[in-house]
Structures are given as structure tokens and as C-alpha cells.
Nanobody, 123 residues
Framework: QVQLVQSGGGLVQAGGSLRLSCAASGGTFSSYAMGWFRQAPEKERELIAAISRSGYSTYHADSVKGRFTISRDNGKNTVYLQMNSLKPEDTAVYSC????????????????WGQGTQVTVSS
């Protein structure tokens, strides 16, 4: 059983930065592709970033490309989401997730989920 524990959320002003962390235990971290999702009020959950097992391949949604960066440190069993130039529309609950198969395109391809953390960006 894989456990994912998140940290790093909070309240920031527009234009500010936050870094989210997601630490894994109970499995072989380097065997999982990882993703970050967010769900804003009255909106569906969306995939905003994903990273391959090795970290060599990444994906970033158009809405965050150039502002957010996903990365991983397999030595620390941790995946990160660096968020810069934050906007009020980035306000959402952010969740990390692990994919055993390595497929990362849709929500159903992720088997394990973190607890979620609130990110609020004020104007």
C-alpha cells in the first residue's frame, strides 16, 4: 500500500510563489509516474502536471505552463510542484497522485492519492 503525504499549501498574494511537496512511502517510488491535480470551487478536477518514473519526461497543462514546474527526487521519494506568478484563478485544492502503470493522461490511471491541500491566492 502506497501512502502519499502532502505539504506546502497556504495563502499567498497574486504574483507570489509556493512549493508543494508530496512524500511517498510503502512502495517503490521510482516505479511510479506522478501527477498533480487541482479542483477549484464549482469546477471539475483537472490534471495540471505529470512526470515520468525517471523524471526525464514532463507534462504541464496550458493553464500553468511557464509558471508551474513539476519535479521529483527519487532519492527522497518526493515529487514537487513549484508554483510561481500565482493568480487568483489558481485557487484550488491541489492533490498529488501516483500511477503504477506509468500512464498519466486521465484521473482513472492514478491508483494512489494524497490528502489534498488548499492553495488560496488573494488579489
Amino acid at each position: 500500500q502506497v501512502q502519499l503525504v502532502q505539504s506546502g499549501g497556504g495563502l499567498v498574494q497574486a504574483g507570489g510563489s509556493l512549493r508543494l511537496s508530496c512524500a511517498a512511502s510503502g512502495g517503490t517510488f521510482s516505479s511510479y509516474a506522478m501527477g498533480w491535480f487541482r479542483q477549484a470551487p464549482e469546477k471539475e478536477r483537472e490534471l495540471i502536471a505529470a512526470i515520468s518514473r525517471s523524471g526525464y519526461s514532463t507534462y504541464h497543462a496550458d493553464s500553468v505552463k511557464g509558471r508551474f514546474t513539476i519535479s521529483r527526487d527519487n532519492g527522497k521519494n518526493t515529487v514537487y510542484l513549484q508554483m510561481n506568478s500565482l493568480k487568483p484563478e489558481d485557487t484550488a485544492v491541489y492533490s498529488c497522485a501516483a500511477s503504477i502503470t506509468g500512464r498519466t493522461v486521465i484521473r482513472d490511471e492514478y491508483e494512489y492519492w494524497g490528502q489534498g491541500t488548499q492553495v488560496t491566492v488573494s488579489s
